[in-house]
């Protein structure tokens, strides 16, 4: 019975539809909330809810303790993280597995080679394939970002090591604008991700933003799931996605090759589960690892 029991720990409409899609296949569910979140309506859609800590997230909803504490007091044999929050957290996938928990996604290895983005940014280098000219590594202050953004020229874009969803990222397009920048965006990370460390990369013109949706066996066999375009966007949060994608209508060997390249990096890692991959494409039908 305790495989039969999903702790969510995530919260709002996505951790709700989790819980339906569990309830669905006969699991029990448990919810975590932050004080703030008792009456929140996921709460109420799971069978079981815990209380994880205070409003701040890394006081609850990202302080990975006391998420593996609820799942222990309610029996839970199973984790999903949703998006967002501990998804993408390598440490919390091995604080699963020591505690004999499963978690719902990639192994803690191939998190750590791609969910990082300097370190995927390495990975994307090893195999030869296009990735956005930026930094090499993590930006240590805003002088450093300063002289990496003189030698790759405006506009830039400041951009966290951890986590997505537009969260710790801020364009810049003159350089005295840039060091109020980077600590904005640092802070910003640093409150959703736990994390402040920050790199920078060109600005692409004309973008499209360009997911192609993967399913890995976690023994270097993949399929792709085609792609879809992701280009209206408000504060770097999609609004609208539309598959096909428009912009690979005028570019079909660009899309084949973008299919080929998110193979070629789920294999390689030998990534377990469902995952997305991100590229900008420009107007010209050129391609990169975003």
């Not at 709700?16 to 975590?32: C, L, P």
């Not at 008792?38 to 409003?55: I, K, L, S, T, W």
């Not at 600590?183 to 973008?207: C, N, T, V």
Request: charged residues 25%; neutral net charge.
């Amino acid at each position: 019975m305790k495989l039969r029991r999903l702790l969510i720990a995530n919260r709002g409409e996505l951790a709700i539809r989790i819980a339906r899609s569990a309830k669905m296949e006969g699991f029990k569910t448990v919810a975590i909330y932050s004080e703030p979140d008792r009456f929140a309506e996921h709460v109420q859609h799971c069978d079981e809810a815990v209380c994880v800590g205070a409003a701040a997230p890394s006081e609850s909803y990202l302080h990975i303790a006391r998420v593996i504490e609820a799942a222990q007091k309610t029996g839970a044999g199973f984790i999903h993280p949703g998006y967002g929050f501990l998804s993408e957290r390598a440490a919390f996938v091995e604080a699963c597995d020591q505690a004999g928990i499963i978690f719902v996604g990639p192994t803690a290895a191939s998190m750590r080679t791609m969910g990082d983005k300097i370190q995927a940014r390495s990975t994307l280098d090893e195999l030869r394939l296009p990735r956005v000219p930026g930094s090499a590594g993590a930006l240590l202050n805003a002088n450093e970002a300063l002289k990496t953004a003189d030698q790759i020229g405006y506009p830039v874009l400041l951009k966290a090591t951890a986590g997505g969803g537009g969260k710790g990222m801020r364009r810049v397009d003159e350089a005295s604008d840039l060091a109020r920048a980077f600590e904005s965006a640092s802070r910003e990370a640093l409150g959703a991700f736990g994390d402040g460390a920050m790199y920078l990369e060109k600005y692409i013109l004309e973008p499209h933003h360009v997911e192609i949706q993967v399913f890995g066996d976690g023994q270097g066999g993949a399929i792709h799931l085609g792609e879809r375009e992701c280009s209206i966007q408000r504060r770097h949060q999609k609004v609208w996605e539309e598959s096909p994608a428009p912009i690979l209508e005028k570019f079909p060997k660009t899309r084949e090759a973008m299919f080929e390249a998110a193979l070629k990096i789920t294999r390689h890692v030998k990534y377990a589960s469902a995952g997305t991959l991100e590229f900008i494409v420009d107007g010209a039908g050129n391609f990169y690892f975003l």
